[in-house]
């Protein structure tokens, strides 16, 4: 084999390897409840994105910059968070690696969710939830006033084949992917797991407060 050939062979295998490698970082988000993302997010908030650019964000273990989309905001109502408003937030350069992609004409409204990182500042990664507002149920409106916030200390558990069951009375089962084989389907938009006076867990629908010693999926 010449001299040639053989690089050419190792320049095709780190090929291979680099592509193998970004594939494994490709970005994985597995199904949750909207409830869950709620419960599990530092911020949740209503804005409209007036602007984006492309920033420098420090310098990774090797020295080279690490880039990042800013989106700058304008915050209309904050459902959980610190307390200063919201005017920008950060997310990766492409949804491989995470990042969101939202409109900035300042015309759409969204639901976004993200993590506080140690500066203060708002990371949003796929894995969040960024819809539009109107798009939106009524019930996932009210659930982000105080409907999710009952139910954070219980477990909302997914089950996309039979048998589905539950390890404990502070779960609620999450049917929407063995029912409809969708994320957003019925439970999605209009349930929330809410716990009870005997510190067990249930599904809540219904535009009234729920009791505190509702029945299970109970319509008022």
């Known amino acids: 084999m010449t001299w040639t050939m053989k690089r050419c062979f190792v320049t095709l295998a780190i090929l291979c390897l680099w ?8 970005c994985s988000c597995s199904p949750r409840h909207p409830q869950q993302v709620f419960c599990n997010s530092d911020v949740v908030i209503r804005a409209k994105v007036v602007g984006k650019q492309e ?3 420090g310098n990774d273990v090797y020295g080279d910059s690490i880039k990042r ?5 304008k915050q209309i109502k904050m459902f959980k968070g610190p307390s200063n408003a919201i005017d920008a937030f950060y997310t990766a350069r492409s949804s491989a ?3 969101v992609s939202l409109e900035t004409d300042g015309r759409k409204e969204y639901l976004i969710t993200g993590m ?5 500042t708002m990371h949003v990664t796929l894995c ?3 819809e539009p507002w109107d798009n939106l149920t009524a019930t996932q ?4 006033t105080e409907r999710y916030q ?3 200390e219980c477990r909302i558990t997914s089950c996309s084949s039979i048998p589905c069951m539950i390890n404990s009375p502070s779960e609620c089962l999450w049917l929407d992917w063995l029912m409809e084989k969708t994320e957003n389907g019925r439970q999605a938009k209009h349930y929330a797991c809410i716990k009870r006076s005997d510190n067990s867990c249930a599904w809540y629908r219904g535009s009234a407060a729920p009791k505190k010693d509702f029945m299970d999926i109970e319509d008022p």
């Not at 989309?69 to 905001?73: F, G």
């Not at 506080?116 to 203060?120: I, K, R, T, V």
């Not at 409106?141 to 982000?144: E, P, Y």
């Open 116 to 120: 506080l990182e140690a500066d203060g």
């Open 150 to 152: 009952m139910g954070c």
């Open 55 to 57: 920033v420098d964000v």
């Open 128 to 130: 969040g939830l960024f």
């Open 97 to 99: 690696m995470c990042g």
């Open 141 to 144: 409106k009210m659930g982000l």
């Open 69 to 73: 989309l800013k989106y700058d905001i």
């Open 19 to 26: 592509r193998v490698q970004q594939l494994a970082e490709a």
